[in-house]
């Protein structure tokens, strides 16, 4: 009898044994899979933080980040081309020298286009567009504009005296629009503007040494 119940504990015993090893095991299997199921979600969502930032980035370099200065180089360059695009549109109607009214034509065809792409970027920047007729340059001096008065002088010339009233004016404009392209190369950030800034000293400067030698200063 004694012999029969102990072989009945014994046999509970390790029942018992084996029922608390099988829900160890499932607890185990359990917290495995919770865990890689976790782990992978939080390696997942680890591996996404990142990623944020840099998609940030990108989208940042993609729309082109700007400064101050940018803003002060597209507000200060739009007035003076215009200026000299009105300038140009006198020379046909004006200019007796072929040269003339070809740089005239040249320097208008330039300057237009980077009228438009010069407003462009101060609307995606959120700035304003300086007004048709606005001449405010304080931002780089007067960066070589004309006056009003040296404006209704070309306006009222024409001929060799047209010629040489357009050349010497010009060249002072062209010498303040290198000027303030210098300015924003050395202080920009955008990097199609400092691009612009870089054609602009190019072709300015050689426009610049051409009309020194349509005046006899080559």
């Not at 199921?37 to 997942?44: V, Y």
């Not at 404006?151 to 357009?166: I, P, Q, R, V, Y």
Request: aromatic residues 2%; charged residues 20%; contains cysteine.
């Amino acid at each position: 009898m004694i012999r029969k119940r102990s072989l009945m504990h014994r046999t509970a015993v390790v029942a018992a044994a084996g029922t608390t090893a099988l829900v160890l095991a499932a607890c185990g299997g359990s917290g495995d899979d919770g865990s890689a199921g976790h782990g992978g979600h939080a390696a997942t969502a680890s591996s996404s933080a990142p990623s944020s930032p840099s998609a940030s980035a990108s989208a940042s370099a993609a729309q082109g980040q700007h400064n101050a200065a940018d803003v002060a180089f597209a507000k200060g360059m739009i007035p003076h081309h215009r200026q000299a695009v009105e300038m140009a549109d006198l020379a046909p109607g004006r200019a007796r020298s072929a040269e003339v009214k070809k740089l005239a034509a040249d320097i208008k065809k330039a300057q237009d286009p980077e009228i438009r792409t010069l407003s462009g970027w101060l609307t995606s920047w959120g700035e304003d567009v300086p007004a048709e007729g606005a001449m405010d340059h304080s931002a780089h001096g007067t960066g070589g504009m004309m006056t009003a008065e040296e404006m209704t002088g070309l306006e009222n010339a024409s001929g060799t005296a047209f010629d040489t009233a357009f050349t010497e004016l010009m060249i002072k404009h062209h010498e303040g629009a290198v000027e303030m392209a210098r300015t924003e190369q050395a202080d920009g950030a955008h990097g199609p503007a400092k691009k612009m800034a870089g054609e602009i000293i190019d072709s300015q400067s050689a426009e610049i040494e051409q009309m020194n030698a349509l005046l006899g200063k080559g």
